[in-house]
C-alpha cells in the first residue's frame, strides 16, 4: 500500500531535549516536505527536499533541522525544543518537484512542556 | 505578496449542496488543489485545478478562474462523513530557484447536520 509513515505519532517531551520525528515514503517521490499545523494558520511549510541530499528551508525553518541521505527517508530534528514548536505535524510526498498531488503521513502531535 | 482566503466554519444540511469558496493571491500561481481534513488526520486530495473552468470528481466539483483568483468546492448530496475541515491550497512557484510549493488557506470546517 502506497503511504506516508510518520512515527511517533503523539510525544510530550520537555524543553531542550532534543529529538526526531522520522518520516519514510514507500512510493519512490522526490519531492518530500515538512509542515506545522497550528489553529487559525493552516499548514505551513518547515523544510522541504527536492531529492537526495537537496534541502532547503520553507516559511517557518527556525529551530529545525532537516536530512535527505535516502530518497525514502526525511527526519525532522529539533535540537532544542521550545514551548513554541507545539503543534501538530505532517510529512508530506509528492512525485515530482512539480509538486502534483501530495501525499500526507498520519501526523505527529508535539508538546513541549 | 501571498494570501488565501477561505471562510472559517460553514454549516449545511444532509443531502444538500454546500459550495465552499476560496480566493487567492499569489505571485507564480501554477495550480490549485482541495484536501479534506478529518479532525485529527492527515489531509487527502480531492480535486485539482490548473486552467479554467469546472472539475467534476463524483459528489465533488471543484472551479477556477485564473482572472478572479477564485476558486470554490462543490459538494453534492452531503452526508454525515462529509463533516470536516477542507482546505484549499495554491501551488505557486519560488522566485529563488523557481520550485514549487503549495501554499495552504487555513480551511473552512464544514458541519454536515441531519
Known amino acids: 500500500e502506497a503511504q506516508v509513515t510518520q512515527n511517533p505519532r503523539y510525544l510530550i517531551t520537555v524543553t531542550g531535549k532534543k529529538l526526531t520525528v522520522t518520516c519514510s515514503q514507500n512510493m519512490n517521490h522526490e519531492y518530500m516536505s515538512w509542515y506545522r499545523q497550528d489553529p487559525g494558520l493552516g499548514l505551513r511549510q518547515i523544510y522541504y527536499s527536492m531529492n537526495v541530499e537537496v534541502t532547503d528551508k520553507g516559511d517557518v525553518p527556525e529551530g529545525y533541522k532537516v536530512s535527505r541521505k535516502e530518497k525514502r527517508n526525511f527526519p525532522l530534528i529539533l535540537e532544542s525544543p521550545s514551548p513554541n514548536q507545539t503543534s501538530l505535524y505532517f510529512c508530506?510526498?509528492?512525485?515530482?518537484?512539480?509538486?502534483?498531488?501530495?501525499?500526507f503521513g498520519q501526523g505527529t502531535r508535539l508538546t513541549v512542556v | 505578496g501571498q494570501n488565501i482566503d477561505q471562510p472559517t466554519e460553514m454549516t449545511a444540511t444532509e443531502g444538500a449542496i454546500v459550495q465552499i469558496n476560496c480566493t487567492y493571491q499569489?505571485?507564480?500561481?501554477?495550480?490549485l488543489f482541495w484536501y479534506q481534513q478529518h479532525a485529527g488526520e492527515a489531509p487527502t486530495f480531492l480535486s485539482y485545478?490548473?486552467?479554467?473552468g469546472l472539475e467534476e470528481k463524483g459528489r465533488f466539483s471543484s472551479f477556477l478562474s485564473r482572472s478572479k483568483g477564485y476558486s470554490y468546492l462543490l459538494l453534492k448530496e452531503l452526508q454525515m462523513k462529509d463533516s470536516a475541515s477542507y482546505l484549499c491550497a495554491v501551488r505557486d512557484r519560488r522566485g529563488r530557484d523557481s520550485s514549487y510549493k503549495l501554499i495552504f488557506g487555513s480551511g473552512t470546517r464544514l458541519l454536515v447536520r441531519p
Open positions: 508530506a510526498s509528492s512525485l515530482s518537484t512539480v509538486m502534483g498531488k501530495a501525499f
Open positions: 499569489t505571485s507564480g500561481f501554477n495550480g
Open positions: 485545478n490548473v486552467l479554467d
